[in-house]
Antibody
Framework: QVQLVQSGAEVKKPGASVKVSCKASGYTFTSYGISWVRQAPGQGLEWMGWISAYNGNTNYAQKLQGRVTMTTDTSTSTAYMELRSLRSDDTAVYYC???????????????WGQGTLVTVSS | SYVLTQPPSVSVAPGQTARITCGGNNIGSKSVHWYQQKPGQAPVLVVYDDSDRPSGIPERFSGSNSGNTATLTISRVEAGDEADYYCQVWDSSSDHYVFGTGTKVTVL
């Protein structure tokens, strides 16, 4: 069965960086994309970006351009999301989700990780 | 940027029908996906490409999309359907995914 298992909760100080991992299993990793979505406390879903596990192509939300980097390690079927220069309003649960296509074409997010809470506080 | 507007809340009695709207400029020309999120859990895909259901999702969940409004319909509502629901589209003008503002469904 398809599973996406994310790394554990993090507490970071403002200005620091965080790197969240998402290990995939139960499917051919390179046949799909991975998107990252975050949800601030009590708020809605915010799309952060997408990476093709096939060729590493990325597409980031304009709001996060320059602060976010998404990568994959095909040898371990793991996706990573690094967010730099953290601020208090980056405090959120971060989700990875499988995108049902290898290109950024609007396919749905058919499986999701369990979420990783990132808290930014001095 | 493309904006998707949903009503903040919808209340429905058990056994009745809940309709959740998602408004966007000419949304009928886009493929709409819908997600259900229960408290403390990750979202779950319930409808994709306007009206298709993933395996394991009950037939009670259906979708439609035309003009400036997409709709998720939940028939014969059960207590377990109480959750937040989000619509989503791909905005080809910006090459970005967009989520709706979310609707909290309360089962009375």
């Amino acid at each position: 069965q398809v599973q996406l298992v994310q790394s554990g909760a993090e507490v970071k100080k403002p200005g620091a960086s965080v790197k969240v991992s998402c290990k995939a299993s139960g499917y051919t990793f390179t046949s799909y994309g991975i998107s990252w979505v975050r949800q601030a406390p009590g708020q809605g879903l915010e799309w952060m970006g997408w990476i093709s596990a096939y060729n590493g192509n990325t597409n980031y939300a304009q709001k996060l351009q320059g602060r976010v980097t998404m990568t994959t390690d095909t040898s371990t079927s793991t996706a990573y999301m690094e967010l730099r220069s953290l601020r208090s309003d980056d405090t959120a649960v971060y989700y990875c989700a499988r995108v049902a296509d290898i290109v950024a074409s609007g396919a749905s997010f058919d499986y999701w990780g369990q979420g990783t809470l990132v808290t930014v506080s001095s | 940027s493309y904006v998707l507007t949903q009503p903040p809340s919808v209340s429905v009695a058990p056994g009745q029908t809940a309709r959740i709207t998602c408004g966007g400029n000419n949304i009928g020309s886009k493929s709409v996906h819908w997600y259900q999120q229960k408290p403390g859990q990750a979202p779950v895909l319930v409808v994709y490409d306007d009206s298709d259901r993933p395996s394991g999702i009950p037939e009670r969940f259906s979708g439609s999309n035309s003009g400036n409004t997409a709709t998720l319909t939940i028939s014969r509502v059960e207590a377990g359907d109480e959750a937040d629901y989000y619509c989503q589209v791909w905005d080809s003008s910006s090459d970005h995914y967009v989520f709706g503002t979310g609707t909290k469904v309360t089962v009375l």
